[in-house]
């Protein structure tokens, strides 16, 4: 009933940037928040930015100032413009989505994307 369609990732030159995309699909009442995760191989996965339906940010110290998260309520999508990426940036990032409430979901239940792949070369 609900699915998070991402895109954007890629393949870029470090100092480069991205702009990846997330948009919420489904019988949506509301979101709580959107964020992004990601996940190196042999990592956990991390948050990376994250932000509130009322426009709240938070950020990994790795990405701050670098990296800005931006949102779409009206259409539930949320956006993460990258600029200048560094290799360390190279992750599997995955969009996330908070307190979702539907018909059925009425007390809210967190969903994610399937992921799209970030390399970032030397």
């Known amino acids: 009933q609900v699915q998070l369609v991402e895109s954007g990732g890629g393949l870029v030159q470090a100092g480069g940037s991205l702009r990846l995309s997330c948009a919420a699909s489904?019988?949506?009442?509301?979101?709580?928040?959107m964020g992004w995760y990601r996940q190196a191989p042999g990592e956990q996965r991390e948050l990376v930015a994250r932000?509130?339906?009322?426009?709240?940010?938070n950020y990994a110290v790795s990405v701050k100032g670098r990296f800005t998260i931006s949102r779409d309520n009206a259409k539930n999508t949320v956006y993460l413009q990258m600029n200048s990426l560094k290799p360390t940036d190279t992750a599997v990032y995955y969009c996330n989505a908070e307190g979702v409430r539907t018909i059925v979901d009425v007390g809210g239940m967190d969903y994610w994307g399937k992921g799209t792949l970030v390399t970032v070369s030397p």
């Open positions: 932000i509130t339906s009322g426009g709240s940010t």
């Open positions: 489904g019988m949506i009442f509301s979101i709580n928040a």
